[in-house]
């Protein structure tokens, strides 16, 4: 892959070797800079050192076999930040049972960082990229940092927002070739540092004060998630006035003022990001006194969609009790083995309720799946799980689901493929 960027030399830690941690590091190990990964997972940090990649991300392994002597990783923060003058925190913002944002996480990070920092004379730029709700850079790890280093932020070190904007399953790519960098800043000298740091890259370059690119962040989520459930709550009425919704969006994106990505109608959106991003958003909202209907509806209408196979499959198959239902994708996507939030959890969880025997496959996902789900049978190939089944389910578009035979078969598909669309004995799409 030539990227042909011009190649700069700095030393960068990155806190959370995660998918944005790990594709971030090891992005600007490709560009020349040296990185130091921090993670508390003795397993992660000893599989990077190794140059073994502990998730799945495409093109990802390649690069770190290319790289390796430009990156290391290890659980020591003093080793990592006195050896680095800028650090990247990309721990992960999970969820808690109310929605609001889980900051542990977060609030570690700064903690070590700011106890390194009190025994480092040159100044240290630390650049929040996990996503957080607006006023925590300055109002949760500012303090925490100029508590345990006793020092001073945007005088003594600095501090900044810069959002995260990638894409699993093409994050590599999305890191070499952004929509648009984002770059919350309050004082000059590390507007001038991070300025270099991308100066590499030709896309919009949009620096503001740090609450606005944290807001920035969740808003561009909330709207791709919105524009998603949008798409489901048009196709759930097109499939009963037997309208093709995807003929229906191809005319709406047509519009100038529409993009046309994110009309995709199926089963909903998971992940690790729209899903809790949503939901922190109404929490901070509520907290506010405002009440976002908007928000509260995407939601809804996502946590009800997957269901509709259900339904779909009962008109087929009544009873479902002892049947043999396959499960085609268990990852919230493809090109991932990420299972955070996949719509493959709901359904399955509806299939064990009504006592029908499953038999599953990804080609990616099957390992972390069967950590929450051990009761259930994983095949060895698609193929089997079509010659095995009464019925199969299309979970998570796969390229490989496109080159099955379905004939014969019941499909209820939730990602419209089209050969199964075509051969299928009864084919069923959730939205069309």
Not at 57 to 75: D, H, W
Not at 163 to 177: I, M
Not at 241 to 255: M, N, T
Not at 258 to 271: E, S
Request: a neutral charge; glycine letters at 6%; proline letters at 4%.
């Amino acid at each position: 892959m030539d990227y042909d960027l011009l190649k700069i030399d700095m030393y960068i830690s990155i806190v959370g070797s995660g998918y944005v941690g790990l594709v971030t590091g090891i992005g600007f190990a490709e560009l020349g800079n040296n990185v130091i990964f921090v993670d508390i997972d003795v397993d992660k940090v000893n599989k990077i050192n190794s140059s073994i990649s502990p998730i799945y991300e495409k093109e990802l392994q390649q690069l770190m076999s290319r790289n390796k002597g430009k990156y290391r990783a290890t659980s020591d923060y003093r080793d990592a930040i006195l050896n680095s003058n800028l650090t990247f925190i990309c721990v992960g913002t999970p969820s808690k049972e109310d929605g609001s944002i889980d900051l542990r996480y977060i609030e570690s990070a700064a903690r070590n960082i700011g106890r390194v920092l009190a025994d480092k004379d040159d100044f240290h730029v630390v650049v929040v990229k996990s996503t957080v709700i607006p006023g925590t850079t300055e109002g949760v790890i500012k303090p925490i940092i100029e508590k345990e280093s006793g020092k001073e932020a945007f005088k003594d070190f600095g501090l900044a927002m810069n959002p995260e904007f990638l894409r699993e399953g093409n994050a590599v790519e999305d890191f070499f070739n952004p929509d648009r960098i984002v770059i919350g800043v309050k004082d000059e000298k590390t507007k001038s540092i991070l300025d270099k740091l991308y100066k590499q890259f030709n896309s919009p370059k949009l620096f503001t004060d740090i609450k606005t690119a944290e807001m920035i962040k969740y808003a561009s989520n909330a709207f791709l998630a919105t524009k998603i459930s949008f798409a489901n709550e048009i196709g759930n009425i097109c499939k009963k006035l037997r309208i093709d919704v995807y003929k229906v969006f191809e005319g709406v994106g047509l519009d100038h003022r529409i993009n046309p990505a994110f009309f995709r109608a199926g089963i909903g959106f998971g992940g690790s990001c729209f899903p809790k991003d949503v939901k922190a958003l109404i929490r901070k909202a509520e907290e506010l006194g405002e009440d976002p209907k908007i928000l509260k509806a995407v939601i809804d209408v996502n946590e009800k969609q997957p269901l509709k196979m259900i339904e779909l499959l009962k008109k087929h198959i009544p009873n479902l009790a002892n049947r043999k239902i396959g499960v085609l994708g268990l990852a919230f996507k493809p090109d991932t083995d990420d299972i955070r939030e996949s719509r493959a959890i709901p359904i399955v969880e509806a299939l064990l309720r009504e006592g029908a025997k499953i038999i599953a496959y990804d080609p990616k996902a099957m390992n972390n799946f069967a950590k929450i789900f051990p009761q259930i049978e994983y095949a060895k190939s698609s193929w089997e799980v079509i010659a095995k089944s009464d019925a199969v389910l299309i979970v998570t578009e796969w390229k490989e689901f496109e080159e099955l035979n379905y004939e014969g078969k019941i499909v209820i598909d939730g990602r419209r493929i089209e050969k199964a669309m075509k051969e299928a004995k009864i084919y069923e799409g959730v939205c069309w």
